[in-house]
């Protein structure tokens, strides 16, 4: 196993984990519940940690990661079946829930 990605931020490390569990990369969360020891030990060992099981997938999982992050100055996307306007890290359109995909082709 190799870590692929950890941030302070608890949603952030829960959207990489499901970024990459949807593209098929089987992960691991570590430090789940180390929040409680904080005070005790560093808060940088505390943080939420997305592992990679297969380390075939370590690469992938790296680039998918690496692409979520800086798709963050993205435009936004126009929904092709409500007309919605969605920001760019949205997988969904938040009005009618369908896939960005559809709509970015």
């Given at each position: 196993?190799?870590?692929?990605?950890?941030?302070?931020?608890?949603?952030?490390?829960?959207?990489?984990?499901?970024?990459?569990?949807?593209?098929?990369?089987?992960?691991?969360?570590?430090?789940?519940?180390?929040?409680?020891?904080?005070?005790?030990?560093?808060?940088?060992?505390?943080?939420?940690?997305?592992?990679?099981?297969?380390?075939?997938?370590?690469?992938?999982?790296?680039?998918?990661?690496?692409?979520?992050?800086?798709?963050?100055?993205?435009?936004?996307?126009?929904?092709?079946?409500?007309?919605?306007?969605?920001?760019?890290?949205?997988?969904f359109?938040?009005?009618?829930?369908?896939?960005?995909?559809?709509?970015?082709s």
């Amino acid at each position: 196993m190799k870590l692929a990605y950890t941030n302070a931020n608890r949603m952030m490390v829960l959207n990489v984990q499901n970024l990459l569990e949807r593209e098929g990369i089987k992960t691991l969360l570590r430090n789940e519940y180390a929040v409680g020891a904080m005070g005790e030990i560093s808060p940088f060992e505390v943080w939420l940690e997305v592992w990679v099981f297969n380390q075939a997938d370590y690469n992938r999982a790296r680039t998918l990661v690496s692409t979520s992050i800086s798709d963050s100055h993205a435009p936004e996307w126009l929904c092709h079946e409500c007309g919605e306007r969605n920001d760019p890290s949205f997988d969904f359109c938040w009005n009618c829930q369908t896939d960005a995909r559809a709509s970015r082709s």
